[in-house]
């Protein structure tokens, strides 16, 4: 059905590991290395070592959360290979575009994931030997029996994953088909877009697509896969240390079974050889899922609450500074408060969570401990500091003016002024404004995830990416995130009528 | 300066320092703009101590703006002034230290909402003056007596009347045992029936002595307290003189005109 001149190479997911063991060693410990390891050294040079592994959150069934720990098959191949190897890992979930950024950041040793070799690619990255070989397959929804192949999409949608393959695919074949292509970010999210009818075919990886299919995602495929040749090229500086090792062990897990056994373990047995679809996982009810889900459900609700808190305490003090040099009499301290609020309110949440977190190491040349809860902590608070200075700002000016007359006359100062008679009125004039604010920043830490911060949204991702159940799991999270914030309201409504009595 | 510690208001024992010329309080060619409008055109007013000066004209004449001028609220766009021997404006005063020293009582009250009674008098005698608390108090429950308050001295503003709030206002800054009391339109806001428990605490306090400026629109009692009454109107003094001069023999035909309309 396709044409056949249209070759599609991706090597899929090994390629990616490597990257990272080769640009810490030429980065990071470069120097020290460079001198004293050609190539022999190279198994001692990583034997003991620990690194940091970067990893996509949500590409089942290459890795996904099973019970809160995280599976799959690049999961369990780089678990074997650094056995094999003789190194430790440290594996951190963090997305696919925000792995490579925190591998270019030095936040990460390594990236695995699937990832096609390109040229563009390889000039930044150093990638491992492939290990899997992937291809486009395009699924319906179950019960569609209109659409069987390609000539049948004429008109239609057809949704693909952001900066996959299958889109680069989709794109390439859609005028000929006559069909439309809409990106969307996980899989997850195209696999609803398929069951809602918002789009009529999904084009994906045939190993994701056949583990969705596995665990009920309500999708059956209906084309065959579209091979993607290996591009064997040599890698550049493949007489590295790191790499080698890698290599190394890959293939001493293809020579003893284990690779296979991996891929079994995830496909099925007939997924080396065909694309059929697998036998279907039998589903567990709502209460089940319930319960499965609701340890680590849990745990990112902690992490919600626990770095609200924190940035909300220290928003109030940023507030609270910029705000009074904002009605300062000081026109130097009034202009830096102007800066700050119209720099932070006039500038996305997002983009200061990836500055912090991606480009402030990179500017220091060096990563930074616990660097994504503090870069978390910084973007939520000064983000929320700028509208806090405006709240006290406000409310400061909102109290009469007879009021500071009365005080100065008195023979108080302006310091005594405002710290006894005009900010305790504003602060009480403040305060339904200021717990709106904390309401605002419970769900806007939600953004966070897009760092790899694990709150209560992420560990849903991280559910439904591998169990398909995006509607049930999304209805639990919504109801934590009522629970939590008119919890939050109502202490907070408690220490206003304490304070402000 | 002494902050009170005497249940009795004022007439500290220390003479307050005046300049040469005995003035407590002497201004001189004042003029003041709001953007383009002037609305003190050239004003000279010299006070000695123990004078109750009334200042009475057509609203917009500027008698606020001047009263606010001589404790620093408002600062003039022109000419000098000198309290207590304290150059207002000059580099090396301190405007809180001047301002301790003259009282000033507002139309509005201008109470702390957010504190009793109590607290809003003694805030700044242990704020600023550095009183204990508890000898804070209990001047603040003689100077309650004096306004006729005492039981009220752990109520909060908002429960009190206006006429009340006044006489609370004027307890306030009393506390701080000032040598000049400015009354800014005191009796404005208040019901008719109020006005009389106002006016007899302000009548007490010029008895004692106290040197007073009012702004006023209450003439009759104008002119039974003042030692002297200035007529503005239109950011100049028109004519000043005894109660008896201004109120029985105007001389100008404005202050004639302004009299017909109030008396």
New interface residues.
Partial sequence: MQPARTQWRKQSRLVKVVMSFLIALAAVAGFAMAGAAPASAAESSVKGKSFTIATDTTFAPFEFREHGKLVGIDMDMIRAIAKDQGFSIQIQSLGFNAALQALSSNQADAVIAGMSVTDERKQIYDFSEPYFESGVQMAVAEGNTTIKGYGDLKGKTVTVKTGSSSEIYAKSIAKQYGFTVHSVDQSATMYEMVKSGNASAVFDDYPVLAYGISQNNGLKTVTPKKPELLRHRGEQGQERGAAQSINAGLAELKSSGEYDRILDRYLGKTSSSSAKTPVKASQPSFWQLVQSSMPALAQGLRNTLIITVLAFTLALIIGMVFGLMRISPNPAANWLARIYVSVFRGTPLLVWAFFFYFGIPQLVGHALPNWLWISSLFTLSLNSGSYLTEIIRGSIRSVDVGQTEGARSLGLTYGQTLRRVVLPQAIKIATPSIINQLVIMIKDSSLLLTIGFADLLYQAQQLYAANFRVTETLLMVGILYFIAITFLTWLANIADRRLNK | MSAATSATIHTSTTPSPADADGFVVDARDLHRSFGSTEVIKGIDLQVRKGEVVCIIGPSGAGKSTLLRCL?G?ETPTSGTIVVNGHHLGGRKTNI??V??Q???V?Q?F?????MSVCDNIT??PT???KIPKDKARANALRLLELVNMQEKVDAMPASLSGGQKQRV?IA??L??DPDIMLFDEATSALDPEMVGDVLAVIRRLAQQGMTMILVTHEMAFAREVATRVIFTDGGVIDEQGTPEQVFEHPQSERLQSFLSKVL
Avoid: Q, T
């Avoid at chain 2, 201008?110 to 957010?114: K, M, Q, R, V, Y």
């Fill in positions: 404790n609220l809180d230290k301002r301790e003259i009282g000033m507002f509005h201008n109470l702390f909402p957010n805030l700044a704020l600023v003056a206002a306030r800054a506390a701080m």
